[in-house]
């Protein structure tokens, strides 16, 4: 998708309680990928069976890595961050799309970086990389997650990783950030929860 095709930033209201709301995003993620052949899908986690079960229904192959324990792992055996992503082993051109959740709340802007990096070379062209953020007003602790109800319903759960702390940043981060990905789409929920969908040129 060209430069030319980006949307603008766009504001929705959530569709049900606070915490607990409808996935725009998500959907047009899984519809995107599923127009793609032998599609391939990475989750990176946290894990949940109700996840797991949702993605397999719907692409033709699903890939699985808790990139929030790994990390916590990692930080906790004080490795340097130039190896936190030495799991993500995957030969180039792998996956159609890439779900980071909230994880990038949790890294400091050279880890992102990293990550980042790791991700184009694994992605498809063409491909999509999907992350949330939270924000305070949804998450205090910084301690929480999804899982995925049918109807690409999205339900808060507490998961917590004390080694992962969350920190704030503004839309345009995540836009300098994700460089080279082109970003797709964007929205902002009433409930303050951001969602962001980028391509891979």
């Not at 993620?29 to 719907?58: A, C, H, M, W």
């Not at 460089?179 to 797709?184: H, L």
Request: net charge positive.
């Amino acid at each position: 998708m060209s430069k030319s095709a980006q949307r603008p930033w766009q504001a929705v209201p959530a569709e049900s309680e606070p915490f607990n709301y409808i996935s725009s995003t998500l959907k047009y993620f899984i519809e995107s990928i599923k127009q793609r052949t032998d599609e391939r899908l990475l989750d990176g986690g946290p894990v949940y069976r109700q996840n797991i079960n949702f993605f397999s229904q719907r692409v033709h192959k699903l890939y699985v890595c808790d990139l929030f324990r790994r990390l916590s792992e990692d930080r906790e055996a004080k490795l340097p961050a130039e190896k936190y992503w030495h799991y993500l082993d995957y030969p180039l051109y792998t996956f159609d799309g890439i779900l980071l959740w909230n994880l990038i709340d949790r890294l400091d802007d050279p880890e992102v970086k990293s990550l980042v990096k790791r991700c184009y070379g694994m992605m498809k062209p063409g491909g999509f990389v999907m992350l949330f953020t939270l924000g305070n007003q949804v998450s205090p602790t910084g301690q929480d997650t999804f899982a995925i109800h049918e109807g690409f319903r999205l339900v808060k759960r507490e998961r917590k990783y004390p080694h992962l702390p969350a920190r704030q940043r503004q839309n345009r981060d995540f836009l300098f950030l994700l460089d080279p990905f082109i970003p797709v789409k964007s929205l902002i929920y009433r409930n303050g929860i951001r969602e962001f969908l980028f391509q891979r040129s």
